[in-house]
Nanobody, 123 residues
């Protein structure tokens, strides 16, 4: 079992930045790929980014490329998502998730989920 707790969400103006963090506990953190997803009100949950066990490989959704950066610290059992140049359409609840697969982008590839953190971007 892996427990995940997100933090760092909040209200920011368009063009601003936020850094989301996810703290993991339970099983060996470095055994898992870690992903970020987001879900806007009334919409399906969508893939944002994923990072491999070692942190050596990353993958981003098209809307995140060039603006978001995923990173992890296996010594601290944390994964982060730095979000820059935020837009109102980035408003959503952001979730971190853990997977035993390599760089999955589909929801079904993830076994553990956090409760989410709200990000609101005002125009």
């Amino acid at each position: 079992q892996v427990q995940l707790v997100e933090s760092g969400g909040g209200l920011v103006q368009a063009g601003g930045s936020l850094r989301l963090s996810c703290a993991a506990s339970g099983r060996t953190f470095s055994n898992y790929s870690m992903g970020w997803f987001r879900q806007a009100t009334g919409k399906e949950r969508k893939f944002v980014s994923v990072i491999s066990w070692s942190g050596g490989s990353t993958y981003y959704a098209d809307f995140a490329k060039g603006r978001f950066t995923i990173s992890r610290d296996n010594a601290k059992n944390t994964v982060s998502l730095q979000m820059n140049s935020l837009k109102p359409e980035d408003t959503a609840v952001y979730y971190c998730a853990a997977s035993g697969q390599l760089l999955p982008a589909a929801l079904g590839g993830y076994h553990y989920w956090g409760q989410g953190t709200q990000v609101t971007v005002s125009s």
